[in-house]
């Protein structure tokens, strides 16, 4: 037990440590070929004014009525422009809801490629806040009439304008690889008229802005794939390293302008950034291009200052070419890394040990309860410990260990028959009842999500007591069942969350350390009498543990999750059981399959001992 | 020696005059401006000599150097495709010479050798591909066995030769990877009389051809019997589509900058049009343009080889109310005019130049339905399975039967059973299943395309595991597939027995890739196992293992041990006469040399 405190302690202090100097390390770019900022860029001059008549065109299709008009407006840009266009409605049924809208994309053929690659350049209609994206879709318009007069693209360029920033691009990259053409119940996207190479990169602008025009201060690199897929460091730093080095425009991380890279503001970062790919949710439109292990990020403007779409644009031209340059697919740098500030990382090997730590302490506390549950005697929970000490006392036996003679008491010598059936099946009913407030969160309607959530809220902490009293009562579990119940179950989330901490650290970490008590999880002893000198130690640590357990809670802690953003929680259920259905998204399968069980488990054995009856049991082992 | 030399130069002169008789030259270019600001430029060089000529190796027309290669590998007829870039079926219309002269991405070879059997024939194969990669300096010799097919329905010899005939083997094949440039131009132009100098050939300049939106280069040999009288047939190929902006862009100022705010043409017509708010207006008319502007310079007067009576160099497919300057004006003579197309003849010495003003012309350019459209892509992620998409398009209100054919390489490996074709019924199928790291898969469907429909045609596919050694140096592109050849087969009508051909673009296919920096990783911890274990078996063999007293003791350490005996002894008697009223304190500092001295 000590030994997993100092693990989860370990673990924490670890992470901690991590955005020290010592610990992180400067990025760099990896691969040769990529030479970001080595080109000069000509993006401006003339390009400035038809840039703000498409910002006009734009923005009057952005105040016509139907979604029709704006899709066909771009699509007779894309054509006039000379790319070829075409168009891709889909629809998803969500949580009783549609989402509809039609992308609209345009190829240029690269003039001596030969077709086997692609760039995605994208400007989601509606941006990740639901804006309209009227100075970025100008600005990719303008940008794709100049790179159609350029003859050096060795790869085709997509450009795309999805109609919004989360389920547009997943329609789009789905179709793009016809896993998902045929209509389902839930999801129904069309094939896509025109294709090209294998995607090599994806660039998405987010530049809401009218055609007042505003300028900007940074340029915020948003990098999180759906589930936690990062893309390959290499083309992150060549974002940073354009922006900064070759336009002079600041760049920033999870929206943090201030950053004084200050140990506060590095440990910031890294809590952001692992908090958002816990999640595991979309967070643009280049999210969903992750699964595909196509590269992708997108650069939103943020802050006041003096740099103007031009900049943003040559920064674009400049990323482009950089990527032009690629002879092989991003693979040279790190795809592991947690991000401290725009020049900063922690690459795997430094990072990977913390999840690992707090993981294991499940491990080593099962292990612990296991060796315990295989010593006698037998006992059924919550008996008065007096009559188990008087049966000591009546078998013991003398050890010689060289002249020394020792009294054991017999029970403890001997290794007792562990009778694992019962155990073993309630750790697997617990983990198939998981699957109901799964499938009910994931499939129910819009109106009714957040009371079945309160349902499932509370016959979560109910399930617990009437299980344990199922189990103590009518099946007669002895404490060495109830050992090897909560064993079965540590060492289940042990392995689950090592194994999930190699594809996402950031929500191993989070239910590791969210689930930790479970593994301190003792059952309550409040039957004793009132003279057992630890009486007063038992019902602090009584008192400690449930309370502990019961804010520990996966409803509470969705909850808490929704108070901490500031959302409704219905907006939430909702938002996750869009990202289950329509993105793939998996960390509500962690939370309500690995953690739920655990928890609930840890629950069983927590109350197992509380009788409230106080008549000693008939029948006694 | 000497003489013999000398008599032989003027008989052999006697010779090739003789055999001149029949040995012609001919040589043209087609220009046709295309929508979207293209022109589609189509260089022809025929040469031909009789067989009887070629068999006693009289060379005149006909390269020798290409003959000579030909005659060694008993090659009877060859096609040999550089390509590069795409055909836009979409907006420049149908194919040009019906897609026969074109290749797949990359360089594409296919030839009918004589020879006894198979096993000879792959070895004519080997070494013809080998001697034109020499040649061409193209990498021809990576067409190995595994690259090699014997296509069955998709290829008909253009030349009189039996294709039924027991001696003849047919083998393709393709490099979709192979980068087309300069280098692969050079060597067509020498094989040309006026190597690239004069004529219309001195148009082709790398630069030029090499940034073109689509360019092909063909060479195609071929025997052609009249009767009796056979003779053999060269044919080179060079057909591009320029952008003629791109392509007029002053030579040393390349760059595509932004042009100035002048020179774009606003849209006056949109109400927020202002000094710095200008919509762009497409130019409208025929664009501007001009032969030295596009291809870098004049033509540089005629090709004086072969008969230049009813010559034709240089045709413009342009309609007839479309200026054409020439200059010099008398540099050219008008052979023909029609409604759509001029034909003229160089003079030979003189540079010329076509320009072309821009004009706005009445009626709209015609376009011209393709036969058919087809595209590949590949479906799937992830490293093992994948997926094959075909998709053919019958634009026209009749049936077609067309041939479809696929040549994979071994490492991707199709399930046939997963083959599945709507839209359309399949003829007849020929299906050669691929041998790991011997032989690819070959793939050939006749199919009956329905009036206006659209075929789709898909199957499943496993990626192989390579060997680390079969990786090329940059191993994360991924593998070049290539094309998937389509024939249109020719309606009954026609007597044309060729029909058309149009391929699709080559793919590129991502294979589970090992991390190769791990190699070095496992040499160096493999490597320091070995020297840790080949060091203690080392020790352990030759070793003899004593107590420390039974060691001689080495005599430079018995020298140092005096040494330090004689200094400590120096100095504890320096010690004992300064201390010598404190016995008991010399007592304690011998007690434990005692002890140790004891337990020894």
Redesign the interface.
């Known amino acids: 037990m000590g030994l997993s405190l100092i693990c989860i302690l370990v673990g924490i202090s670890w992470l901690l440590l991590l955005p020290l100097n010592e610990y992180s390390r400067q990025t760099y770019i990896s691969e040769n070929a990529i030479l970001p900022g080595q080109v000069h860029t000509?993006?401006?001059?003339?390009?400035?004014?038809?840039f703000?008549?498409?910002r006009?065109?734009v923005w009057s299709l952005g105040h016509r009525k139907s979604e029709e008009e704006v899709t066909d407006g771009l699509y007779d840009l894309l054509q006039?422009i000379?790319l070829?266009p075409a168009r891709q409605p889909y629809s998803f049924q969500v949580a009783g809801e549609t989402i509809e809208g039609t992308n609209v994309y345009g190829l240029l053929?690269g003039?001596?490629?030969?077709?086997?690659?692609a760039m995605v350049l994208m400007a989601a209609w509606r941006n990740f806040d639901g804006e309209v994206n009227y100075s970025a879709v100008a600005l990719v318009l303008t940008l794709a009439?100049?790179f159609k007069?350029?003859?050096v693209w060795s790869k085709d360029i997509l450009v795309l304008f999805p109609a919004n920033s989360t389920y547009g691009p997943e329609a789009w990259v789905s179709a793009y690889?016809?896993?998902s053409t045929i209509p389902s119940a839930s999801r129904n996207i069309s094939a896509l008229p025109v294709?090209a190479?294998?995607l090599q990169g994806a660039i998405a602008l987010d530049y809401p802005v009218g055609?007042w025009g505003k300028r900007f201060d940074k340029l915020d690199v948003l990098y999180d794939g759906v589930n936690g897929a990062l893309p390959n460091l290499d083309l992150l730093n060549t974002a940073v390293s354009v922006a900064s080095s070759q336009m002079g425009i600041g760049c920033s991380l999870h929206g943090m302008i201030d950053h004084s890279d200050s140990y506060q503001d590095r440990l910031k970062c890294l809590a952001k950034g692992v908090m958002s790919q816990a999640a595991g949710h979309a967070t643009g439109p280049h999210s969903a291009f992750m699964p595909?292990?196509i590269d992708a990020i997108t650069l939103k403007t943020v802050g006041d200052g003096w740099h103007d779409e031009m900049s943003l644009g040559r920064v674009t031209e400049s990323m482009f070419r950089s990527i032009n340059n690629l002879?092989?697919?991003f693979?040279q740098s790190f795809f592991f890394y947690i991000l401290l500030n725009t020049h900063r990382f922690v690459s795997i090997g430094s990072y990977l040990p913390a999840a690992m730590l707090v993981a294991g302490s499940f491990t080593i506390n099962a292990l612990a309860l296991w060796v315990l549950s295989g010593r006698g005697p037998v006992e059924s929970p919550g008996k008065p410990k007096s009559t188990s000490e008087k049966l000591k006392e009546k078998a013991l036996v003398a050890v010689n260990d060289g002249k020394d003679v020792m009294l054991v008491p017999k029970a403890e010598l001997e290794v007792i028959e562990r009778k694992m059936f019962l155990p073993a099946i309630v750790v697997l009913g617990v983990h198939l009842i998981s699957l109901v407030p799964l499938y009910v969160l994931t499939h129910k309607e819009k109106s009714g999500i957040t009371f079945a959530f309160a349902a499932l809220a509370i016959s979560s902490y109910l399930l617990p007591i009437y299980l344990s009293g199922v189990l103590v009562r009518v099946w007669d579990a002895s404490v060495q069942q109830l050992q090897m119940l909560q064993s079965f179950s540590l060492l289940f989330v042990g392995a689950t969350l090592s194994t999930w901490a190699t594809i996402n650290f950031s929500l191993a970490l989070i239910v590791g350390l969210l689930a930790s008590p479970l593994s301190f999880i003792r059952p309550i002893t409040l039957g004793t009498s009132p003279t057992e000198p630890n009486a007063l130690l038992n019902i602090v640590h009584a008192v400690a543990t449930s309370f502990v357990w019961l804010i520990t809670s996966p409803p509470l802690a969705l909850f808490a999750l929704s108070w901490y953003l500031g959302k409704d929680i219905t907006w939430m259920l909702v938002e996750i059981a869009k990202g289950w259905a329509a993105q793939g998204v998996w960390s509500i399968l962690v939370i309500w399959s690995v953690w739920w069980p655990a928890w609930v488990l840890g629950g069983i054995v927590l109350v197992s001992s509380i009788r409230f009856d106080r008549v000693p049991p008939a029948f006694d082992m | 020696m000497k003489l013999a030399t000398l008599l032989a130069l003027p008989a052999s002169l006697a010779a090739t005059v003789l055999a001149s008789a029949s040995d012609t030259y001919s040589e043209h270019l087609h220009l046709k401006p295309l929508p979207n600001g293209a022109l589609y430029a189509g260089f022809n060089f025929t040469a031909s000599t009789p067989l009887t000529a070629y068999e006693s190796q009289h060379f005149r027309f006909f390269p020798r150097s290409l003959g000579q290669i030909l005659q060694f590998t008993h090659t009877s007829e060859l096609h040999l495709r550089f390509a590069l870039g795409r055909w836009d079926e979409e907006s420049w219309g149908n194919r040009p010479r019906n897609g026969r002269r074109e290749g797949g991405t990359g360089v594409e070879l296919w030839a009918w050798l004589e020879a006894q059997d198979q096993k000879e024939a792959e070895e004519r194969w080997s070494g013809l591909v080998n001697s034109l990669s020499g040649l061409f300096c193209a990498s021809l010799n990576f067409i190995d066995q595994t690259k090699t097919i014997t296509p069955i329905l998709s290829f008909a010899p253009e030349g009189t030769l039996d294709p039924e005939q027991a001696n003849l083997h047919l083998m393709h094949g393709m490099l979709p990877h192979e980068v087309v440039c300069t280098e692969n131009l050079t060597p067509l132009l020498k094989l040309l009389p006026c190597k690239g100098k004069a004529g219309v050939s001195s148009l082709l300049d790398g630069h030029k051809v090499f940034d073109a939106s689509w360019q092909t280069m063909a060479i195609d040999v071929r025997p052609v019997c009249k009767g009796q009288e056979c003779e053999l047939e060269i044919d080179q190929t060079v057909d591009m589509v320029l952008d003629v902006e791109r392509s007029m862009r002053p030579r040393d100022n390349p760059i595509p900058r932004p042009p100035p705010v002048e020179d774009v043409i606003c849209d006056e017509a949109k109400g927020y049009n202002a000094h710095d708010t200008c919509y762009p207006k497409r130019r409208e008319g025929e664009m501007e343009w001009g032969l030295s502007r596009i291809f870098g310079r004049p033509v540089q007067g005629s090709c004086p080889a072969g008969s230049r009576e009813n010559a034709v160099d240089i045709v413009v497919e342009i309609p007839q109310e479309r200026i054409v300057d020439a200059v010099p004006e008398d540099a050219l003579d008008t052979v023909s005019t029609t409604d759509s197309q001029r034909s003229y003849r160089l003079k030979e010495g003189q540079e010329l130049d076509l320009r072309l003003p821009h004009q706005i012309l009445d009626q709209a350019q015609e376009h011209r339905q393709t036969l058919l459209h087809a595209h590949r892509q590949m479906t799937g992620y992830g490293q093992e399975r994948g997926g094959m998409h075909i998709v053919i398009t019958n634009p026209h209100p009749h049936s077609q039967r067309v041939v479809y054919l696929e040549s994979l390489p071994w490492f991707l490996r199709p399930y046939m059973h997963t083959l599945a074709i709507s839209g359309a019924t399949i003829e007849n199928m020929y299906y050669t299943p691929a041998i790991d790291r011997q032989k690819g898969t070959q793939l050939e469907i006749l199919l009956e395309v329905p009036a206006s429909s659209t075929v789709e045609m898909t199957y499943e596919f496993e990626k192989a595991i390579l060997r680390y050694t079969e990786y090329p140096p940059d191993a994360n592109r991924g593998f070049d597939i290539p094309p998937a050849i389509v024939r249109i087969l020719p309606s009954n009508a026609s007597s044309d027995d060729q029909g058309s051909y149009l391929r699709t673009t080559s793919l590129l296919l991502p294979l589970p890739t090992p991390d190769f920096s791990m190699p070095y990783n496992v040499i160096i911890l493999t490597s320091t196992v070995i020297a840790l274990g080949f060091g203690s078996i080392f020790n352990l063999l030759i070793r003899r293992f004593v107590l420390v007293e039974e060691a001689p003791k080495s005599p430079l350490a018995v020298m140092i041990q005096n040494l330090v005996k004689k200094v400590k002894g120096a100095k504890s008697d320096k010690k004992v006469e300064a201390a010598k009223d404190s016995s008991s304190a010399s007592i304690l500092k011998d007690t434990p040399n005692g002890e140790v001295r004891q337990r020894a």
């Open positions: 000509y993006f401006g001059g003339s390009e400035h004014n038809v703000r008549a498409y006009q065109e006039e000379g070829r053929q003039p001596r490629a030969d077709a086997t690659e009439r100049y007069r350029w003859s690889h016809s896993t294709k190479g294998a055609p595909y292990h002879l092989e697919k693979h």
